[in-house]
């Protein structure tokens, strides 16, 4: 519609305060056995939408640098982003939570996908203004605790 495409040309003069590039980290399964995955996220404005995302995997260990497109929205004190990969059938969901007055240079949630032994899975995700350094990551990730003892729930 017209109106969103006016929109679009008044706000994209002023910068949202999610715009820019984000590092996103999260806990994921890969042969039974969890890793630390890596990608990078780019927050626009968009014009059908409030903030469109586009993402890339910085996962070595993939043979495939995946990429991701999506959306992001912001609900309550969430960050929601919901994205698909470009080369394979997929849907990923992501809820971060925002605390208020939400200029946070760091944000913690989950995410929900298939992890690399193809099954549904949840985990941790951390999405970061800055990288993150291997060591800074791990000391955070021991953090986290999702339910006592377990940081994964898997549907197989």
């Known amino acids: 519609p017209l109106w969103k495409l006016l929109r679009f040309f008044f706000r994209r003069y002023s910068r949202h305060h999610l715009e820019g590039s984000w590092y996103g980290y999260y806990m994921i399964l890969e042969n039974g056995k969890p890793m630390i995955g890596k990608e990078i996220l780019q927050i626009s404005k968009g014009v059908f939408h409030d903030l469109v995302v586009r993402g890339e995997s910085l996962n070595p260990r993939t043979s495939i640098q995946q990429k ?3 959306i992001a929205c912001e609900e309550r004190n969430f960050l929601i982003i919901q994205m698909r990969p470009t080369g394979h059938d997929e849907s990923i969901f992501i809820r971060l939570k925002r605390p208020i007055p939400g ?5 913690y949630g989950l995410w929900s996908a298939i992890d690399f032994d193809t099954n549904n899975a949840v985990g941790p995700m951390i999405l970061s203004k800055d990288r993150l350094e291997d060591s800074e990551l791990r000391e955070i990730m021991e953090k ?3 339910l006592p003892e377990i940081r994964f729930m898997r549907v197989t």
């Open 144 to 146: 986290i605790t999702v």
């Open 68 to 70: 991701y497109r999506g």
């Open 103 to 107: 200029n946070d240079e760091v944000m």
